[in-house]
């Protein structure tokens, strides 16, 4: 009897379940489905494999959308997901749909509620503040902490000189999180003089566990999670990085309340001063724009401190070693670049300061096209609250997630003509480069949650790269300059799946006047 009833139960939940998504079937049922798709499960079937099948994947969906004008569905088994490359369309949804996918819940565990992850609502406010943050004026002061860090890159990479090709993954990658670091939090994590920093490991970790639990549906409800091997190691890596943050926040209020109270000596009003830094740091502008001890609580503080340091480390890491891979396998492109760089600098040994940065418009290019081929976000994901009528005539059915394809986008043979995949800086020279659509070319995304460190990145990237390509040729195997594709991986970001594997070369000054002493 009691069984009948919970059979009786279960119907009715399904029937009621069923009858109240009727409009998300109908409306789905108008988009064009990949030949991949099955009944029931949908496409989930096509997504089991590694990190570099799932790439594979959605790089073939978004190759298959451009036959039906830049859309298609995705079911999940009973989750909705539409693919777009449009970029009509895509304008449209980076502006009317701001609100993030349930996927990313899982990061959220992690960076609480901090710009990139956070629901709408919670979103607006921060926004406002950090946008603040990231005015040229105060970015571009950074270029000496980018400069600073870029010539210790070099001295790590000295030892690798004509030694034979090496995993390039751990010294970009450090020296992008040592900026975000001592610009974020104004501290010196020196993850460059020892990759085994316990604050790089465990963020390191903590995006490998949520990737796992992206893909795999199986560790994503929590309470099943509990008893995954998985979950102690989740926690132990989350409290490392809570920790650190939280001491560097306690230590700068101590320093905001001491400063505050010292006011009125007018000669005790420096900068602060924390292992010897002498900038603002982002935290120090979070602290006073969001209103001083009135303003953001500690953990808030943290959220958007760890949530910059997330957003900030790998993807200008990954986008480094795009473009030095790339020029590897482009000799004539690398040459370019290097004619440049000697234009400005000479046999000069000098640090880059930020005027030099202008200068450097070659160099543009090549990231440029680098982002373009290689953006490391290759798919953002949105979600539509209500139905959404697209300027192209589809539907988004209200709760399902939009895949937002900037792989695709960037490789659309009609806005890129039919050479789209073949790697050519000078697209991007002003004479030629004419963009139809402004989302044909968004590796930061567009509209207004868009990336705010889209120019700290661009200033970041070229300083360290002219730091290295200055005293380096790089150079890479028979094979690899034969074939004009990387192979990569999603691991929430997009990463080479060889670690970026290349060589160094020593270049000769082209005088010898730098030999000289002058007294
Ligand atoms: C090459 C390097 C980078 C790339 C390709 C990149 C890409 C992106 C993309 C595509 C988004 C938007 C996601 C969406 O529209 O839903 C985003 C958001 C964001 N990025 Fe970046 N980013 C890079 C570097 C940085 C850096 C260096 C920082 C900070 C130091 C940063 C901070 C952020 C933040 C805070 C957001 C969230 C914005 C919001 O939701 O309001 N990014 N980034
Ligand atoms: C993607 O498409 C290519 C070419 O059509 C095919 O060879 C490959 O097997 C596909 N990969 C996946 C993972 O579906
Ligand atoms: C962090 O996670 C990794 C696995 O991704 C694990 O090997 C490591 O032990 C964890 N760290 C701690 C302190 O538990």
């Given at each position: 009897?009691?069984?009948?009833?919970?059979?009786?139960?279960?119907?009715?939940?399904?029937?009621?379940?069923?009858?109240?998504?009727?409009?998300?079937?109908?409306?789905?049922?108008?988009?064009?489905?990949?030949?991949e798709?099955l009944?029931?499960?949908?496409i989930?079937?096509?997504?089991?494999?590694?990190?570099?099948?799932?790439?594979?994947?959605?790089?073939?969906?978004?190759?298959?959308?451009?036959?039906?004008?830049?859309?298609?569905?995705?079911?999940?088994?009973?989750?909705?997901?539409?693919?777009?490359?449009?970029?009509?369309?895509?304008?449209?949804?980076?502006?009317?749909?701001?609100?993030?996918?349930?996927?990313?819940?899982?990061?959220?565990?992690?960076?609480?509620?901090?710009?990139?992850?956070?629901?709408?609502?919670?979103?607006?406010?921060?926004?406002?503040i950090?946008?603040?943050?990231?005015?040229?004026?105060?970015?571009?002061?950074?270029?000496?902490?980018?400069?600073?860090?870029?010539?210790?890159?070099?001295?790590?990479?000295?030892?690798?000189?004509g030694?034979?090709?090496?995993?390039?993954?751990?010294?970009?990658?450090?020296?992008t999180?040592?900026?975000?670091?001592?610009?974020?939090?104004?501290?010196?994590?020196?993850?460059?003089?020892?990759?085994?920093?316990?604050?790089?490991?465990?963020?390191?970790?903590?995006?490998?566990?949520?990737?796992?639990?992206?893909?795999h549906l199986?560790?994503?409800?929590?309470?099943?999670?509990?008893?995954?091997?998985?979950?102690?190691?989740?926690?132990?890596?989350?409290?490392?990085?809570?920790?650190?943050?939280?001491?560097?926040?306690?230590?700068?209020?101590?320093?905001?309340?001491?400063?505050?109270?010292?006011?009125?000596?007018s000669?005790?009003?420096?900068?602060?001063?924390?292992?010897?830094?002498?900038?603002?740091?982002?935290?120090?502008?979070?602290?006073?724009?969001s209103?001083?001890?009135?303003?953001?609580?500690?953990?808030?503080?943290?959220?958007?401190?760890?949530?910059?340091?997330?957003?900030?480390?790998?993807?200008?890491?990954?986008?480094?070693?795009?473009?030095?891979?790339?020029?590897?396998?482009?000799?004539?492109?690398q040459?370019?670049?290097?004619q440049?760089?000697?234009?400005?600098?000479?046999?000069?040994?000098?640090?880059?300061?930020?005027?030099d940065?202008?200068?450097?418009?070659?160099l543009?290019?090549?990231?440029?096209?680098?982002?373009?081929?290689?953006?490391?976000?290759?798919?953002?994901?949105?979600?539509?609250?209500?139905?959404?009528?697209?300027?192209?005539?589809?539907?988004?059915?209200?709760?399902?997630?939009?895949?937002?394809?900037?792989?695709?986008?960037?490789?659309?043979?009609k806005?890129?003509?039919p050479?789209?995949?073949?790697?050519?800086?000078?697209?991007?020279?002003?004479?030629?480069?004419?963009?139809?659509?402004?989302?044909s070319?968004?590796?930061?995304?567009?509209?207004?949650?868009n990336?705010?460190?889209?120019?700290?990145?661009?200033?970041?990237?070229?300083?360290?790269?002219?730091?290295?390509?200055?005293?380096?040729?790089?150079?890479?195997?028979?094979?690899?300059?034969?074939?004009?594709?990387?192979?990569?991986?999603?691991?929430?970001?997009?990463?080479?799946?060889?670690?970026?594997?290349?060589?160094?070369?020593?270049?000769?000054?082209?005088?010898?006047?730098?030999?000289?002493?002058?007294?």
């Open positions: 009897m009691v069984w009948l009833l919970l059979l009786f139960a279960l119907v009715l939940w399904f029937v009621t379940y069923k009858i109240s998504r009727r409009n998300m079937y109908k409306l789905a049922s108008l988009v064009p489905a990949p030949i798709e009944p029931i499960v949908g989930a079937h096509t997504l089991t494999g590694s990190p570099v099948d799932i790439m594979e994947t959605l790089q073939n969906f978004s190759y298959a959308s451009f036959k039906f004008n830049g859309i298609l569905r995705a079911w999940l088994v009973h989750l909705l997901y539409i693919v777009v490359t449009n970029p009509v369309d895509l304008e449209m949804i980076l502006k009317n749909c701001l609100d993030k996918d349930n996927l990313h819940r899982f990061l959220r565990k992690i960076t609480g509620n901090g710009g990139v992850f956070a629901p709408v609502s919670i979103w607006r406010r921060r926004r406002k950090i946008i603040q943050a990231f005015r040229p004026k105060i970015t571009e002061n950074f270029v000496e902490v980018f400069s600073e860090q870029g010539e210790i890159l070099v001295k790590k990479l000295e030892p690798r000189v030694t034979g090709t090496f995993n390039l993954w751990p010294y970009i990658s450090t020296y999180l040592d900026s975000v670091s001592e610009t974020a939090m104004g501290v010196k994590l020196h993850s460059q003089d020892d990759s085994k920093t316990p604050f790089l490991q465990a963020m390191t970790s903590m995006l490998n566990l949520v990737c796992q639990r992206i893909f199986w560790l994503q409800p929590d309470w099943l999670y509990k008893f995954m091997p998985q979950y102690v190691m989740h926690e132990k890596n989350k409290s490392i990085l809570h920790d650190y943050t939280d001491q560097v926040i306690k230590t700068k209020r101590e320093e905001f309340e001491a400063e505050h109270k010292s006011r009125p000596e000669e005790q009003k420096k900068d602060y001063d924390l292992d010897g830094y002498k900038r603002k740091s982002f935290l120090d502008l979070l602290i006073s724009l209103g001083g001890e009135k303003g953001y609580t500690n953990i808030e503080l943290r959220e958007e401190v760890l949530t910059l340091t997330v957003a900030g480390t790998d993807t200008s890491a990954a986008s480094m070693g795009y473009t030095l891979l790339l020029l590897g396998k482009y000799p004539d492109v040459e370019k670049v290097y440049e760089l000697y234009d400005v600098f000479g046999d000069s040994d000098r640090p880059l300061v930020k005027e940065l202008l200068k450097l418009k070659h543009e290019r090549v990231v440029k096209e680098s982002l373009r081929l290689y953006p490391p976000v290759p798919f953002i994901i949105r979600k539509a609250l209500e139905d959404t009528k697209l300027p192209s005539g589809y539907v988004l059915p209200s709760g399902s997630g939009v895949v937002v394809s900037i792989w695709g986008v960037h490789r659309d043979p806005y890129w003509g050479d789209a995949e073949k790697f050519d800086p000078d697209r991007f020279l002003p004479e030629r480069f004419k963009l139809e659509h402004s989302c070319f968004m590796p930061f995304s567009n509209g207004p949650r990336c705010v460190g889209y120019q700290y990145a661009l200033m970041s990237m070229k300083t360290a790269l002219s730091a290295v390509l200055r005293r380096y040729r790089v150079v890479v195997t028979e094979d690899a300059l034969h074939n004009p594709y990387i192979k990569v991986k999603l691991d929430v970001m997009m990463k080479a799946v060889d670690e970026y594997q290349v060589a160094l070369e020593r270049r000769a000054p082209k005088t010898l006047k730098s030999n000289e002493h002058v007294a």
